[in-house]
Each structure stands twice: as C-alpha cells, then as structure tokens.
C-alpha cells in the first residue's frame, strides 16, 4: 500500500486524445497529483480492434505507465474498459479504474422512457456493454447507435467543421426519431464534439458524459489507499505511440498551448508487467 501524500503519478491512457476529457476531470478534482498520460495513437482507433489486439495494447501500456510508477491507472476508453479491464485488474499490482457509458444516469434522467447511446461498435457488441443494459435499464427503452469512424474524425482534429455536423447528424438523428430525451456520450472522444450533439439534438435532450464519475471514483480509490497527494500544485506528463507532430498541435488545444508530447519507448505487447502472483 502506498503511503499517505505519496507522490507517484496517476496514470490515464486512450488511443488517442479522447481520454483528455477524463484527465480534465480527474485534474479538477485531484488539483495536487501529478498525472501521465498516455494517447496510443498508433493504434487508434480501439473501437476497429478486436478485443485481443486491445487487451494486448492495454497490458503494453499499463506496463509502462507501472514503469512510470503509477500508483492508479484509469482506462480512460469505453472501448478499453469494455475489453481489457478485467484483464488488467487480474494482472497488474495496482487500482484500475475504467470508464463504462453513463446508462444508470440516463434511464434515471429520461421522461420519454427512451434513451439514446452513441458508442464504438466495438463497446457496444462488448458483454460489460450487455451487462450495463441488464443491470439499470429496466423499464426503459435504450437505442444503441454504432458511431463507426467518429472517434477517428475526431482524432484528425476536426471539432466543428460541416463534415463533422454531417457526421454527428447520421448518428444523432435516428435517436431523436425514436424520441430519446437523453443522449449518452458512449466514448471519451465524443465529448470533445458534445456542443454539436447538443445543437443537433436541441435543449429539451439531455446530453451525458461520465468524466465527474470516473474522478470520483479515483478520489475513492486513492483515499480509500490513503495515497492522495494534498499538497502543492500536480504536473502532466504526455506521450503518444504515434508521430509527435501528428497530435501535439490537439493536445496544444485542448490541453494547454505549453504541453508537450514526449514519444513512447517501442516495446512489444506482453503480459508479465508486474503482474499480481
């Protein structure tokens, strides 16, 4: 167990910049840990992987972010959390914590009974994905839209161009003719287009992402291992698997101008990264 006001960094991965929409809200609420982040970029998208090539990924990374002493690891991907969380957790020495479509919060919000997710197709064929349906969505009527290719066109950059509202409106629209009143934002990447769903699907939608959720429970975690750090301000450390200059101008952006990308040491996918006995 970690000792109380440890310094050691939370770790936070995705295939890309999605999972910044995570570390902004686990930043908010933890103003003190230092984080590193890790965008697989080479890789992108998981939600066109099958769920071996992401557990494969998943241990590579969690591998190396626990090199980087990483007291916490949060899978800040759907896609992820869906395939290789469990995988993770029977393997690797600490806390993991993943991120899952806000279903609960949902069906608790909707008055027409119908609530609409946008997802990979990759999250949405998951059994974690099944399970959710099963556990909170009784009574109420989910519309499951496969958003393939959307996380991509994100990645590119392209936050609010007319190709990107095009995109959104092919995916959106089918919910709203099927009267959901609530929307779930089924991918870390898809809040970074959320204010266009929201125009698309007018003010009398609800439109939910889950990033307070998932600080929450690394607040949980941390305090329950009494490993928070309270004092002083946190720093951030960025890498990427990809081509630096294919993303730090996005992560400038939507990070800080002032952020850096530093690259990934080439490893291979293994799976004996300080793996539980």
């Known amino acids: 167990m970690m000792q109380s006001g440890s310094n050691s960094p939370i770790g936070v991965f995705d295939s890309g910049v999605g999972g910044l929409t995570i570390l902004r809200a686990v930043r908010q609420a933890l103003p003190c840990e230092n984080l590193v982040y890790v965008a697989d970029a080479a890789h992108v998208p998981y939600g066109e992987k099958s769920p071996q090539q992401i557990r494969d990924r998943a241990m590579a990374i969690g591998g190396f972010l626990i090199g980087q002493s990483a007291k916490i690891i949060v899978v800040a991907c759907n896609t992820a959390t869906a395939a290789a969380i469990d995988h993770l957790r029977e393997r690797l020495c600490v806390p993991i914590v993943g991120v899952e479509p806000a279903v609960k919060p949902a069906v608790a919000a909707t008055r027409s009974g119908v609530v609409g997710v946008l997802a990979t197709p990759a999250t949405l064929a998951s059994e974690r994905y099944r399970g959710l349906i099963e556990r909170f969505a009784a009574g109420v009527r989910i519309v499951a839209q496969p958003c393939a290719g959307l996380a991509e066109h994100i990645e590119r950059g392209d936050l609010a161009g007319e190709h990107t509202e095009q995109l959104l409106r092919g995916f959106v629209e089918p919910l709203l003719a099927a009267h959901a009143d609530v929307i779930v934002l089924g991918c870390t990447h898809y809040p970074l287009v959320a204010h ?20 929450k429970e690394v607040v949980r975690q941390l305090t329950l291992r009494g490993s928070a750090h309270t004092a002083g301000s946190g720093s951030e450390v960025f890498w990427t698997s990809g081509p630096i200059q294919g993303i730090e101008p996005l992560l400038s952006e939507l990070w800080a101008p002032q952020a850096r990308l530093q690259r990934l040491p080439d490893f291979h996918d293994r799976q004996d990264f300080n793996a539980t006995p």
């Open 196 to 215: 266009i769903v929201q125009r698309i699907a007018g003010p009398g939608v609800a439109v939910i992402e889950n990033g307070t959720a998932v600080a």
